[in-house]
């Protein structure tokens, strides 16, 4: 994607409290252009339009090889329709509604026991996130 692309991205999805920095999308956009396989993202919104440009739908993929899914998990039903509206319906990203529970350490996290994801998924947000916080200082909002 190109930096005016990412940009409007970055400044459009409406929610500028928990949306990505323009620098995390350029980030996530080089990262989802140098890579293969699955992706699971934690929370709907800027970073999945820019997975959603980079997941090719399928009857679009020549080489089996390059067959990737993206699954986006979602708590609240609000963004997940939102981002529902967002993403090619034909495409292979596919945005989950599931609750968030309680966990031992008093957070809440996502409850995935009712949910389809791939065993070889490759990157998960988190993991990206970590990766990019040992290069800048990004403060995790979500």
Request: glycine fraction near 4%; aromatic fraction near 8%.
């Amino acid at each position: 994607m190109n930096k005016a692309e990412l940009l409007r991205i970055s400044v459009s999805w409406g929610n500028r409290d928990f949306a990505a920095p323009y620098d995390f999308l350029r980030e996530l956009d080089w990262y989802m252009g140098h890579t293969t396989g699955h992706v699971v993202e934690c929370g709907s919104g800027a970073t999945t339009l820019v997975i959603n440009a980079h997941i090719r739908c399928p009857d679009k993929i020549r080489d089996l090889s390059k067959y990737r899914e993206a699954h986006i998990l979602e708590s609240d039903p609000e963004w997940h329709r939102l981002i529902s509206e967002k993403i090619d319906p034909q495409s292979t990203v596919i945005p989950h509604l599931v609750p968030l529970i309680d966990q031992p350490d008093g957070s809440k996290w996502y409850d995935v026991s009712n949910t389809y994801i791939p065993k070889t998924t490759e990157l998960n947000l988190l993991n990206l996130l970590r990766l990019l916080r040992l290069r800048k200082n990004y403060t995790v909002i979500k």
